[in-house]
């Protein structure tokens, strides 16, 4: 993407982003097995907010929201014309610079955990493709929620394992 493409992707995820997320809420709320989904979907892209991010219009905010939010960030940033592995750097600055303010401090540092592991960033760079067709889009579109889904399990993991080990040592 040229920096104007960027600038504007940026505009329009800031100005679009909560009418996604609440789009997506009213396509899956009526959906028996998609109710609990739908909620973490409504509030992806709020942000952590120093630990004020826990409740929006009265309602509690998911947990896994503000994982899906980190993931999807970091999904963001991993996509561009060099690979992952050589912007690591700066997508982990990136990433630590919002740490607290849009992001969870405890996913923050997780994602440090998984993103020491070679394989997290062969997972973020094992799904570029650019495709020019509706149904190659669609695809395109599969692949990404499935490297979002794949970075927020390797981050969900390092949080399981970080509390693990804070137990122990308790």
Request: with cysteine; charged share 30%.
């Amino acid at each position: 993407f040229s920096l104007r493409e960027r600038r504007e992707i940026q505009e329009f995820e800031e100005q679009n982003s909560l009418e996604h997320a609440e789009i997506g809420y009213r396509l899956l709320r009526n959906f028996r097995y998609f109710e609990r989904p739908a909620l973490i979907v409504r509030h992806h892209h709020l942000p952590w907010a120093d630990g004020r991010g826990w409740w929006s219009s009265g309602e509690a905010v998911p947990l896994e929201s503000h994982l899906l939010h980190l993931a999807d960030r970091i999904s963001v940033l991993t996509k561009g014309p060099a690979d992952p592995l050589a912007r690591g750097r700066v997508i982990r600055e990136t990433i630590d610079k919002h740490s607290g303010s849009r992001f969870h401090p405890e996913f923050v540092q997780a994602f440090h955990t998984a993103a020491d592991n070679e394989s997290f960033w062969m997972d973020a760079l094992g799904t570029e493709t650019e495709f020019p067709g509706r149904q190659e889009r669609f695809l395109e579109i599969c692949r990404r929620a499935d490297a979002i889904a794949v970075i927020g399990i390797d981050v969900a993991e390092a949080v399981a394992s970080q509390a693990a080990f804070r137990d122990l040592l308790e």
